[in-house]
């Protein structure tokens, strides 16, 4: 079974930095994107950012030029660097893995970690 389990939340004040961290654990053959989604009190769940295999990178508006989202598929782990944080940034962050194979023959599946709260004090 493969599990995605993050770490790096946490309580900061406006202006600072957070590193969000998942790993992924269990045998993974390979994924296509792994990324960042977040989910404030009574809004819908929305893409922060994600990576592909490849490296190439997609932004939300409201965190472009703030934030950086890098992966390690050797260690199949994915990392989020947010500076400058808003209140609005405020939310449950849940890491994403998208057709991920636990082998060559293997069906992709999408996977979503528990999340983790960000929370930032104006």
């Known amino acids: 079974q493969v599990q995605l389990v993050e770490s790096g939340g946490g309580l900061v004040q406006a202006g600072g930095s957070l590193r969000l961290s998942c790993a992924a654990s269990g045998s993974i053959f390979s994924s296509n994107a792994m990324g960042w989604y977040r989910q404030a009190p009574g809004k819908q769940r929305e893409l922060v950012a994600v990576v592909t295999s490849g490296g190439s990178t997609n932004y939300a508006d409201s965190v472009k030029g703030r934030s950086t989202i890098t992966r390690d598929n050797a260690k199949n782990t994915v990392l989020l660097q947010m500076n400058s944080l808003k209140p609005d940034d405020t939310a449950v962050y849940y890491c994403?893995?998208?057709?991920?194979?636990?082998?060559?023959?293997?069906?992709?599946?999408?996977?979503w970690g528990q999340g983790t709260q960000v929370t930032v004090s104006s």
């Open positions: 994403y893995g998208e057709g991920i194979r636990r082998c060559v023959v293997c069906n992709p599946r999408d996977y």
